[in-house]
C-alpha cells in the first residue's frame, strides 16, 4: 500500500477554515498534497449527503471543518452543523460505515498551522485506513 | 396451445435436484422461492435444498427475470467531443430458468409480453424473455387472496409454464411438458423422468371458486368511471405507497434515468400509477392528482384498458398487492363491490 | 370497544367531528383504517391488538382534510405524531380530537386541546422499550464489516417502493427530495447505492421527528428492519440532546435547534 494516494476531500466554511487554508499557503508550510477543498459559505450549508456522494465519488477520506463554536460568521451556522454531524455520524457507523473516513474540526482564519497539522494527520489515517474501496463498490450493483 | 398434445412425465424430489444441479452445470441462472428473512421471495439458488415451496405465495413476483428491479438500457461514452452510445450485449444476457412460480405467474408472462411487444418490440424484454425457461409448480393450497379462477387461471394452469409439475404426494410430481422449450429440456434431462403412473392431478389441487366475471366488472368499472365518490371511498384508506405495483407480477410502469456525467448510463427501472408523480406535467398540471383518480386508474388499466386493447387481462389473481398492501386495499373486494355498485 | 363506539356515535350524531377515524375490521381479520362520516357506521369500529397503523397518515391527506373536523383513534405512538405535527405547524389547536384508547380498549379519552394531550403523553413511558434498546446494543456489539454487511443485503433488497415514506405520518412533503430532479439528488433506480443513499437520507430527515410507530418496517415489501435505523437515531438525539419528539405542541425540532454545549468530542 505504499503508494496509495488518498483522495481525501474537504468541505470548509468560507469565513474560517478556508481562510486559514490560505494562510496555510500563504505562511508557506508545506503539507500533505492529498486533499482537494470546496469551499462552502458556512458548514450550516453542508448536506450530509454530500459526504456519502464524496465516498461514492472516489474520496476515501473526508475532512469536514469550519469556524469555531461562537464565532461563525452567521452566528449559528455552525451549531445546527455540529447537531447534524453527531447524529449522522452515528447513523454512519451504525451501517458499518468507518467514520473514521470523516474528520470534523473547528479551524480558524488564523490557524494556518493547525489546517496543516490536520491535513496531514488525516492524509496518514487515510492511508492507513486503504482506500475505500468497500463503498465505491456499491456503484454498480443491482443494475442487470 | 390448442391441439399441441401435453406429454406427461412424473420425476421424484431426488430427480429433480438433479436437475436442478444440471441447470447449474450449464450455467444457467436459477431464480426460485428463497426464503430470506420473515418472508419468501424469488432469489438466485444454486440447489433444490435452497428452495421453498411451502408457501402459498411469495411476496415479490418472478417479473424481476424478465423485467429487472433495475437494468441498463445503453450506455454513453464521451471522449474528445464525440459522445459513444453502446449497446447492451444481449447476446451476453444470463440464460435464466424460473423454477418454482405457480401458474398465475406463469400467465402473467403473457400480459407483460403483451406490453413490451405491443407496437414495437422492446428488445430487451424480448431478449430476456428468449433467455427464460419456466418451470411453475401447481398450487395445493390457496388461500383467501388468490382469485385466479375468476381472472382465467387456475391452480393448475399450464398457460406461460415451459413445463408444470404438480406435487402428487411423497416427493413425486407429475411433470406436464407444455411448450417445445419444455421438450427440449426434457430431452437434455432425460433420465431424470419416468413416465407418469398418477395422473390424477386434479385431486392434487387447490380448489378456488370463481367470484366475479371479468367482462362483467370491466363494463361496471366503465360506468362507474366518473362517479367521484365510489373511487373516493374505495381509496380512502390507500396511502399512495406503490407496494402493490412493484409486487405485481403483470405491472409494467417504469421509469427511465440516465446516471452518470459526460460518461454513464440509460438505465430502466420500476415505477408505480400509485405515486404523485404518475403523470404530473412538468407545467405542473395533473390530470390525476388525487389518490382516488390512481386508484381507479390501477383498475381500469388492469381490467378495462388492457382487455380492450391488447386482449389480456393486466391482473392474474395472484393476491399479492392485497397481502402487500399495510392498509388491507383489498383488490377482490374492489372488483366485487364495483360489480355489485347500483348503476 | 363499547366505550370508543359509544363515543364516536355521540361526537357524529351533535356533529361535533364530521368523520370518525378508526379501525374497522379487514377481509383477513385484522384491522384497517376506517372513516366514519354517519353515526350508524361506528358499528364497525374496533379496538385490539391487530390496530397498530398509525392512522395519523390520513391527517395530512387533502382528500380526508376535506371531509371536515376528524375524531381520531389515537394510540400512544399517534398521539404522539399528533403534537410532532403540531408541533411543525401542520395541524391546528382544536383542529381535531384525539380519542385515546388504552390498550384494554374498554375506555375512551378524548383529547381536544394540545395541552389535554401533553399531558396525557407526559403520563406514558416514551422511551424505547427494554427490547427495542437491547436490539440496538446487538447492533452496536457487532464489528463494523459485520454491520456494513447486514445493512448491505438489507439494502439490496430496498425497492424505492416508498412505502416507508407513504406510510410514515411525518413524510408530508407535497414533493419529497427524490421527486426532484434538478438535480437528481436521490437516485431513483432501486440499485445498491441510491438505495443506501435513500434509506441515509429518510432516516436523517426523520431525525428528532420519528415516534417509533413502526409503520414504515411493517409497510416494507422487502422486509427490512427500517425501524432499526429509526431507534438509533430516536436514542442518539436523546442522548445528544436530551429531546424526544412527539412531546410536545410546540418548541424547535431537534435538528433545527442547538445547545451552545452540545458534545463534541468528535471534532478536533
Known sequence: MADFQPKIVAFVCNWCT????????TSRMKYSPQVSIIRFPCTGRIDFMLLLKAFAGGADGIIVSGCHPNDCHYSSGNFHARRRWIVFRGLLDFLGIDVRRVQFSWVSAAEGAKWAQLVNETSEQIRGLGPFSGYQRLRGLGVE | MKGMEIETRSINREALAKWISLWRSEGKRILAPKKIGDQVDFASVASLDEVSLEQVQTVQSPKMAIFPRVEELFSFHSADGRVELRDRNLEALPETVVFGLRPCDAAAVAALKAIFTWDSPDSLFSARLARTTIVGVACSRADADCFCTSVGGSPGGVEGSDILLTAMGQGDYLAEIVTARGREMLQSAGALFGNAANTDKESRLAKVQAVFDPAAVASALSRLFDDAAFWEEQSRRCIGCGACAYVCPTCACFDIQDEGGISGKRLRCWDS???????LHTSGHNPRPLQSQRWRQRLMHKFAYMPERQQVLGCVGCGRCSRACPVDMNILEHLQAAAEAKP | MKALQDKARELLATK??????????????????????EAAGVRDLIFDETCRQNLAVYLMKPEVRKLGKAALVASPAVLRTILQLAAENQVPENGLLALAVPASGDEVVALASFAALEAHVAALDNDLSAGEKAELQKFAAMDLDERQRFWQEQFSRCLKCYACRAACPLCYCTRCTVECNQPQWIPVPAHDLGNLEWNVMRAMHLAGRCVNCGDCSRACPAG?????????????????FGSRSGMAAAGDNAMSTFKPNDPEDFIK
Request: net charge positive.
Open chain 3, 16 to 37: 361535533a367531528v364530521q368523520v370518525v377515524i378508526g379501525y374497522g375490521r379487514g377481509r383477513r381479520g385484522e384491522a384497517r383504517a376506517l372513516f366514519i362520516r
Open chain 3, 224 to 240: 427490512i428492519p427500517l425501524y432499526l435505523l429509526n431507534q438509533k437515531l430516536i436514542s442518539d438525539v436523546f442522548a445528544g
Open chain 2, 273 to 279: 400509477c400509485g405515486f404523485g408523480l404518475f403523470t
Open chain 1, 18 to 25: 478556508y481562510a486559514g487554508a490560505d494562510l496555510t499557503g
